[in-house]
C-alpha cells in the first residue's frame, strides 16, 4: 500500500518593510518588496492602513447612516432628491429607490406613517410605513452605507485658495483643524479652520500703529477717529 509524502511546512514571519533597494535574492523572508495600503505594525509584522477621508469639519462620511421608507408611489422621485414631510421637520437625501421603498440619509427629525412626501414643497407620495420592503442584507446593508458617505463626502470641499497646502494643524484644546494656503491670486497666505458649515477663512484683525497718547490701551477697549469717526 502507497504512502502520502509527509506535509512540511515552512514558517515566514513577515516583518522587515519595505525594502526597494537590496537586490531580490538577497533578500531575507518575509521583507515586502511591494504593498498597498499596508504599513509596518508597532507590534511586528504588517497591518492595514486605517485610512484616510475628506475633512473639512462637517460630519465625516466614514459616520454617514441610512433609513427607509415604505411609500404609496416612487414614479415621481429621483435619486438626489431632498425630502420634507409638510412641515418641513423631517428632511433627508435619497440614495437609492427600490419599488416603493425610498433609501435615505442625512436624516432631520422622524418621518411618521401617513406624512405626505414633499420635494421643493411639491408633494410627491405619501408614507405608507417606516422601514422598507426590500430585506437589506449585510450585502445590501454596505452598499447604501457606502452610498451614504458617497453623499456625505461630495459636500466636503478643499481648502480654498491656489497652489499647495501651506500647512495644517490640529489645535487640541479647542479640537479645531487650521490650515494654510494661498489665496486665488497666489498673492497672499489665508488662514482657515474647520466649521459646520467647511473651511471658513480666520479673520486676523487689524494692525493701526501709533506714536502717542495719554493712556495705555488694553483689550476689550472701543477705539474711535477723531476724524474719521470710525469705530
Known amino acids: ?3 502520502m509524502p509527509p506535509v512540511k511546512y515552512n514558517l515566514i514571519q513577515l516583518q522587515g518593510g519595505l525594502d526597494l533597494v537590496t537586490p531580490t535574492l538577497s533578500l531575507p523572508p518575509g521583507v515586502a518588496r511591494e504593498s498597498v495600503n499596508f504599513e509596518v505594525s508597532i507590534t511586528g509584522g504588517y497591518s492595514r492602513i486605517p485610512g484616510y477621508e475628506r475633512f473639512d469639519g462637517r460630519p465625516n462620511p466614514s459616520d454617514a447612516n441610512y433609513n427607509l421608507l415604505t411609500v404609496a408611489s416612487s414614479a ?3 435619486v438626489g432628491n431632498t425630502i420634507t414631510n409638510l412641515t418641513s421637520t423631517a428632511t433627508g437625501v435619497i440614495i437609492a429607490i427600490s ?5 435615505y440619509t442625512k436624516a432631520v427629525g422622524s418621518f411618521l406613517a401617513a406624512d405626505g412626501v414633499y420635494v421643493s414643497a411639491v408633494l410627491k407620495t405619501t408614507v405608507v410605513s417606516l422601514g422598507g420592503t426590500v430585506a437589506a442584507d449585510s450585502s445590501l446593508a454596505a452598499q447604501y452605507l457606502a452610498l451614504a458617505a458617497d453623499n456625505y463626502r461630495a459636500d466636503i470641499g ?3 485658495g491656489s497652489g499647495p497646502i501651506r500647512g495644517v494643524v490640529f489645535l487640541h484644546t479647542t479640537q479645531q483643524v487650521f490650515a494654510w494656503r494661498n489665496n486665488a ?3 497672499a497666505m489665508v488662514i482657515y479652520e474647520d466649521s459646520t458649515s467647511g473651511w471658513t477663512a480666520v479673520s486676523l484683525g487689524f494692525e493701526m500703529p501709533f506714536n502717542t497718547g495719554t493712556i495705555e490701551l488694553v483689550d476689550g477697549n472701543t477705539i474711535t477717529g477723531q476724524t474719521s469717526g470710525a469705530v
Open 185 to 187: 491670486g497666489g498673492t
Open 158 to 160: 478643499a481648502v480654498p
Open 76 to 78: 415621481s422621485l429621483v
Open 99 to 103: 419599488d416603493t421603498t425610498i433609501v
Open 1 to 3: 500500500m502507497a504512502s
